[in-house]
């Protein structure tokens, strides 16, 4: 047999509660020369039961425990081939090659086991001179060091005192020049990295200069997320307010306490009112609308069931005519009738001093002639709660336009309106609509 590799150590391995078989990857001639040692919490001790070494006289095998190593223990596996040689040769005797070709693998072992050895061993590097260094006598307290002429080691005394006194759990230690040793500083830093100083750290030092928040936030004239306080002349850059849960678009005010209270945002078509004193979203109101109803003949038309809550209403003309002189009355009504007087209106033709008319009867706009025809619009609207007011633009003839305006107290709550006529004639053109909102 040779001995091919140099290798005379596996390991370490490492134990995990679980693997019991250790691989060993070089030639072991005699088990008790493969020693087996296992290190815990930094104490290394050879195994000598327990265990199971297969193998043997064969560059492979395995180390087997009867009980799988710890999580934590390092397994090591080393040939110590002993520095003895139990083979006599006599004079003139029978040589057995195998048995010198064994004995030569063994010297072979040796040298690799203690050159192994001394691999492990402090040496200093091949261009020094020095050469039988020597470790000094023990000596209690001492360190070992080079000697003042750099050629040997020496003990080395007067080093500053290492002993640590610490009566606090995380204390951060300090070193003092009277004493030559480290000291508790009174500060503290956990595991988690949070740093107590015993005193307070001025600002010009980059501290707070208080060891409290609110200490800290008045020395530093800063704003807290929960105190109450009163900015002067401060500039919020980009703020972000939270009041309950919030969304983009949602607007927020003043509640009577100080407060701040948020309105969350509308729907769409919604506008911005005010209810109880307070911002609130309300429906925007949209127009509804009647069909036309004829002016070819009789004396009125009445739009009814008008809903309450009506604030604003218009009333359409279209190419209206009447078969003599009449004016157009518009009528404002309530329970179902309209209201005949208690009307200021009055109209007048744009660029004259003539042409006007005046009435009691109803919101006025002038026609005057049969041959005429009226186009236009009047807009009635609700002043405050049974008060109306009336403004109305129309074209009675080419070139000629009335303006008007007027104002109507209903007895009760409007729910009507007539189109009629200032005398007795009766239409005979046209049409007419409403509608309101």
Not at 306 to 329: A, H, Q, R
Not at 400 to 422: A, I, P
Request: glycine letters at 12%; a negative charge.
């Amino acid at each position: 047999m040779t001995v091919s590799s140099s290798t005379n150590r596996n390991g370490p391995y490492s134990g995990n509660g679980s693997t019991t078989a250790f691989a060993r990857t070089f030639l072991v001639t005699d088990a008790d020369h493969l020693k087996v040692y296992q290190t815990i919490s930094g104490v290394t001790t050879e195994v000598t039961s327990g265990i199971t070494k297969d193998g043997i006289g064969t560059a492979s095998g395995n180390v087997t425990f009867d009980t799988a190593p710890a999580t934590g223990t390092s397994i090591t596996l080393i040939r110590e081939t002993p520095l003895t040689q139990e083979t006599d040769y006599s004079a003139q005797g029978v040589v057995s090659t195998t048995q010198v070709e064994t004995d030569l693998d063994l010297a072979a072992m040796r040298v690799q086991d203690q050159q192994e050895a001394l691999g492990r061993s402090v040496k200093v590097p091949v261009a020094s001179s020095l050469a039988n260094l020597e470790l000094p006598t023990p000596a209690a307290g001492a360190a070992i060091g080079w000697n003042a002429a750099g050629d040997g080691m020496a003990n080395i005394t007067g080093l500053p005192d290492a002993t640590v006194s610490a009566s606090t759990d995380n204390a951060i230690m300090r070193y003092d020049t009277g004493t030559g040793g480290l000291q508790d500083s009174g500060a503290t830093l956990d595991d988690s990295g949070n740093l107590s100083l015993p005193v307070a750290l001025a600002v010009a030092q980059g501290g707070t200069g208080s060891t409290t928040a609110s200490g800290a936030r008045t020395a530093l004239d800063a704003v807290g997320l929960t105190d109450t306080q009163t900015l002067t002349n401060k500039t919020l850059t980009s703020p972000v307010i939270n009041v309950t849960s919030d969304a983009e678009g949602d607007i927020y005010y003043r509640t009577a306490g100080g407060a701040f209270a948020r309105l969350g945002i509308g729907s769409t078509d919604q506008v911005l009112t005010v209810a109880s004193g307070l911002p609130s979203w309300e429906d925007l109101a949209d127009w509804t609308q009647t069909s036309f109803s004829a002016t070819t003949s009789g004396t009125a038309v009445d739009f009814t069931s008008i809903p309450s809550g009506v604030n604003e209403i218009d009333v359409i003309i279209d190419g209206v005519s009447f078969s003599g002189t009449d004016n157009i009355l518009v009528q404002l009504g309530t329970g179902g009738s309209p209201e005949t007087s208690g009307y200021d209106s009055s109209t007048m033709l744009i660029g004259s001093t003539g042409n006007n008319n005046s009435s009691t009867a109803g919101f006025i706009t002038r026609v005057s002639f049969a041959s005429n025809t009226a186009d236009g619009l009047f807009r009635l609207f609700r002043i405050d709660g049974n008060q109306w007011a009336a403004h109305s633009f129309v074209r009675y003839q080419s070139g000629s336009h009335q303006v008007g305006s007027g104002r109507k107290s209903l007895s009760g709550e409007l729910d009507m309106v007539r189109v009629t006529r200032d005398g007795s004639n009766t239409f005979d053109a046209g049409q007419v609509a409403i509608r309101y909102k």
